[in-house]
Nanobody
């Protein structure tokens, strides 16, 4: 059973930085894509950043230039968040996507709360 566990959330001041981590129970290279999503109260869950197995990345326009997604060689994906704004407040979720035999499998972590105070 694949498990993703996020950590690093908390309270941070406007303009501050925070690094989130997502640790997979196995190798992250078993995933075709890994991403960070967020959901604020009353809003839909939205993509923040994603990274492919090959290292290609993409970002939501709202975080470009401020957030950076990266991964290590083993089982962890990171989201470095700089210049945080109150509107970045949300629960942040890690997601892993696997494609096997034409089927897509999505795995989600439990989420970690990030609160940016003004």
């Amino acid at each position: 059973q694949v498990q993703l566990v996020e950590s690093g959330g908390g309270l941070v001041q406007d303009g501050g930085s925070r690094r989130l981590s997502c640790r997979a129970s196995g190798s992250i290279f078993s995933f075709n894509v890994m991403g960070w999503y967020r959901q604020a109260p009353g809003n839909q869950r939205e993509l923040v950043a994603a990274i492919t197995r090959g290292g290609s990345t993409n970002y939501a326009d709202s975080v470009k230039g401020r957030f950076t997604i990266s991964k290590d060689e083993f089982n962890t994906v990171y989201l470095q968040m700089n210049s945080l704004k109150p509107e970045d407040t949300a629960v942040y979720y890690c997601k892993g996507e696997q494609y096997n035999w034409g089927q897509k499998y999505d795995y989600w972590g439990q989420g970690t709360q990030v609160t940016v105070s003004s």
